[in-house]
């Protein structure tokens, strides 16, 4: 059974208590924290497959790409998974492979990582920024309607903080104009709607295993799984210098490879994906029954339709950076995510159309907190940090 470690210090196998890194406590400009926002989680396996790789000498381009390409699409329920060097690298590509170019436009959320507006820019589009459902904090698809022209060439949703966005009336939206949907599945690695995973919900998906994430590769990385397999073989060839074989190339494509060590460490994660979100949901739990009495404190909620699996732990409150700060000072981080929505950003603003305001986003904005939460947060770390909060918020 894998046993869920400090990343400092290896608990199990030859290196058994050797400090794997330096630093016990995770710093940012707030501070020294004992109770970290997230952690991610490393084991002897991972240890093996990556020193297996690095004794191989084949560090780019080998069988570890294609195995994890194939079985994170198998995961999924999708044809294809392509690995590339981040989630943003996925998201280009995906948006690129759909087709999508100067002129054109894409639907989306102003409430995301400012990846996927930014990816959806460097294709020459215009983001096309709709406001979100204040339950899941995902695009709402009753506004997307009112939100299509004749240049709407995708729908991007994304699945955020692990909650998966309402799909079906988004796919028949896309279906009635004939254009694909892209998921931003980088928060939700595993998340179900309506049964089926993330990733096997629309054409196209882009995932990122940056370390916070549900599941890593020790490094950089992102997949794009796909679920026509014409577009996969085309995203292959993108990722690699639009290379068709060792001394063709009939695309403009990019160096968006994943190295063969991050696929290594991905396959053993993937294994590990699923025990990894349980005890995501079991900390979420926890952290709902301690919070069910306030009336301060607002928890996030699970459709009856979705399975969360708790990318981020996100309250409502007022004064949340009051209180993160608070926190703070007793050593727990927590994260605001997104304290300003990307139709805010400087360098967006003038880049997307905003059709209709976005009150919820806004809203949404001033009022979230995240709470540590990664599979080895021990239980009496959640009842402190609860405890901590009612305290501020008594
Ligand atoms: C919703 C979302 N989209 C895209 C990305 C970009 O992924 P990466 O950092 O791997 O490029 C992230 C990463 O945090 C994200 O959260």
Redesign the pocket.
């Known amino acids: 059974m894998r046993r869920w470690i400090c990343p400092n210090i290896c608990v199990q196998g030859r290196h058994r208590g050797n400090v794997l890194y330096r630093g016990k406590r995770k710093k940012n400009g707030r501070g020294n924290f004992r109770i970290p926002l997230s952690l991610p989680s490393i084991g002897q396996r991972e240890l093996n497959a990556a020193a297996k790789i690095l004794e191989s000498g084949q560090y780019v381009n080998g069988e570890e790409g294609r195995h994890f390409g194939a079985e994170f699409a198998a995961y999924c329920g999708a044809k294809d998974g392509i690995p590339v060097s ?4 996925a ?1 280009h590509l995906a948006l690129l492979t759909a087709g999508v170019g100067r002129g054109d436009e894409v639907i989306t959320t102003a409430y ?2 400012v ?2 507006i930014g990816a959806i820019i460097q294709t020459g589009a215009r983001p096309v920024l709709v406001d979100i459902d204040p339950m899941t904090y995902t695009l709402d698809p009753r506004l997307v309607g009112n939100a299509c022209t004749r240049k709407t060439k995708a729908i991007l949703p ?1 699945h ?1 903080y692990g909650h998966p966005a309402d799909m079906k009336p988004l796919g028949e939206k896309a279906e009635k104009l004939g254009i694909p949907i892209i998921e ?1 599945a ?2 939700a690695h595993g998340a179900l709607y309506e049964g089926k995973k993330t990733g096997g919900l629309g054409t196209l998906a ?1 995932f ?3 370390p916070s994430k549900n599941m890593h590769v020790g490094g ?3 997949i794009i799984t796909t679920t026509d397999s014409t577009l996969g073989d085309k995203i292959w060839r993108l990722r690699d210098h639009g290379r068709k074989d060792k001394h063709v190339h009939d695309l403009i494509g990019f160096n968006y490879r994943m190295g063969e060590l991050q696929s290594a460490i991905g396959r053993v994660q993937l294994k590990q994906l699923d025990a990894m979100n349980q005890k995501r949901r079991e900390i979420a739990v926890h952290y709902d029954s301690l919070l069910e009495n306030s009336r301060k404190i607002t928890s996030p909620m699970e459709q009856t339709w979705a399975r969360h699996v708790y990318h981020l732990y996100v309250v409502r409150c007022q004064d949340p950076d009051k209180v993160g700060n608070t926190l703070a000072r007793k050593g727990i981080e927590t994260g605001a995510y997104y304290r300003k929505p990307c139709h805010l950003q400087p360098a967006l603003q003038s880049r997307v159309s905003v059709p209709n305001k976005l009150v919820q986003t806004e809203l949404a904005s001033q009022q979230v907190l995240s709470l540590p939460i990664y599979p080895g947060l021990s239980k009496s770390a959640i009842e402190e940090v609860v405890s901590c909060l009612l305290e501020i918020r008594s």
């Open positions: 981040s989630g943003t690298a998201l995301t990582f990846a996927t994304v955020l931003d980088a928060q882009c990122s295993f940056y950089e990385g992102g």
